[in-house]
């Protein structure tokens, strides 16, 4: 954890394309003019402004490495919520809008930091996660890696062929409420026997980052702590329904 | 500031002189921590009240609360942009703690659970204005909210509200707590928006 040395000031950014990942989320990609560079698992406050001058800010983790050209947010749309509509469904490329930041100095991983690393999200829970991995394969690392993702159904898993590819990282899949014909994936909530299983045990002194809906990162986190990791290794990440 | 094409917003009825810049207003209640829920034992739980102080002051479980308590009803102000309006508490007044206890220390920091610290000048959790609080709405507080007691300065940004405090070392010098030195504000005053230490 070391200060930040740039201020933490509003700058207006550019769209520069949006990419659809599920159908309720959307990766949008900015031009940031004089981006003070990021670690991955931080995120960015977003602040929309309407043609009568109402502002409304939400924050959003960061989806692309810090090796990354262009500074990406993988957004999920809360049906209710005021900002991630229109983000995931209203945004297009050319729009501006602002976003300060980075923030956020205890969920992040570098290389240097070292391993092993257990990631395990819950579903969008995935996105500082995911800056994690790009960061580790853009740094070429062979810090032993391992992934487990809890989504609804496979079509709600983000990046999905992205994760196919990183063929150096175990990558494990939940799927809670619905399975393609075949699956030979678990099929349940996380608990502690599938943390067990997808390991690495707490002898061998994984860093372990946890990042989802509350409900989940509790259950994830106390079952970790049952099987025995420090609760100081554990970094968790939550986000609740209004996290819009 | 740039106009974001089409966006209208969700302009909540509320009283805007409750809402501090940048916040919304929720109806639940949002979870926030950096680590695992921490769930020690009551009859292992203490508070304590040390550091400069001249006579170090502690308290078991059973002994908090047998002191004098408040209920009370505040607004709280979450940095991450939520902000929850009357909600009821009850716990002990810092007051009431800090009766017979004499400090050369302008500062405090409070130590939870789990190792979080944070940050607050002493003049902010006197006069009324902090609690150490163990009871939500009526029900003891629950662990992933803070239980089985937190701070709450409803006054400053919520992470100010040491969820699982479990003391007040008091400090002649200011000394940044756990989010304050990842970048946080130093203070933390919602209506100043001090969310980010250089605001």
């Not at chain 2, 909210?145 to 405090?165: E, I, T």
Request: proline share 7%; net charge negative.
């Amino acid at each position: 954890m070391s200060l930040p040395r740039a201020p933490i000031r509003w700058r207006t950014v550019r769209v520069g394309e949006v990419v659809a990942e599920t159908a309720q989320a959307a990766t949008i990609v900015l031009d940031v003019p004089d981006w003070p560079g990021h670690a991955a698992g931080q995120h960015v406050d977003v602040r929309l402004t309407a043609d009568d001058g109402y502002q409304a800010q939400r924050s959003y983790s960061i989806a692309s490495a810090p090796e990354d050209a262009r500074l990406a947010l993988t957004v999920e749309r809360i049906d209710d919520g005021e900002v991630s509509p229109y983000l995931v469904d209203e945004v297009r490329a050319g729009d501006e809008f602002e976003i300060r930041g980075p923030v956020g100095g205890h969920f992040t991983w570098r290389v240097a930091d070292g391993g092993p690393l257990l990631l395990v999200a819950g579903g969008s829970g995935l996105v500082p996660l995911m800056a994690m991995l790009r960061h580790r394969a853009a740094q070429d690392s062979d810090v032993e890696a391992r992934l487990l993702l809890s989504a609804r159904s496979a079509d709600d898993v983000l990046y999905r062929a992205e994760l196919d590819r990183l063929d150096d990282v175990a990558v494990h899949y939940t799927l809670t409420r619905s399975r393609p014909e075949g699956w030979t994936g678990y099929d349940r909530r996380v608990d502690a026997e599938m943390l067990a299983e997808v390991g690495p045990a707490p002898s061998a002194h994984p860093l372990v980052f946890v990042c989802g809906p509350t409900a989940f990162v509790e259950t994830v986190a106390d079952g970790l702590v049952a099987l025995g990791h420090p609760p100081d290794t554990i970094h968790t990440e939550r986000f609740g329904p209004t996290g819009s | 500031m740039p106009i974001s094409r089409g966006f209208r917003g969700r302009r909540a009825e509320v009283d805007p002189s409750r809402v501090p810049p940048g916040q919304y207003v929720v109806t639940d209640f949002p979870v926030l921590s950096a680590g695992p829920t921490p769930h020690t034992p009551l009859d292992e739980w203490s508070f304590t009240i040390s550091g400069a102080v001249d006579e170090p002051v502690s308290w078991t479980w059973e002994e908090l609360l047998a002191l004098p308590s408040e209920t009370f009803t505040v607004d709280i102000h979450c940095v991450t942009k939520w902000s929850k309006l009357d909600t009821s508490w009850t716990g002990v007044s810092v007051d009431t703690l800090l009766e017979g206890v004499t400090t050369e220390g302008d500062y405090v920091t409070a130590w939870s659970d789990g190792d979080y610290t944070t940050n607050i000048p002493l003049e902010d959790l006197t006069g009324g204005r902090a609690w150490v609080a163990h009871t939500f709405d009526g029900e003891p507080l629950e662990a992933e909210h803070g239980g089985p007691a937190r701070l709450l300065v409803p006054h400053l940004y919520f992470w100010k509200s040491a969820k699982w405090v479990r003391g007040l070392t008091l400090t002649v010098d200011d000394e940044p707590g756990f989010w304050e030195a990842a970048g946080y504000h130093n203070y933390g005053d919602p209506w100043k928006e001090q969310r980010y230490w250089s605001d």
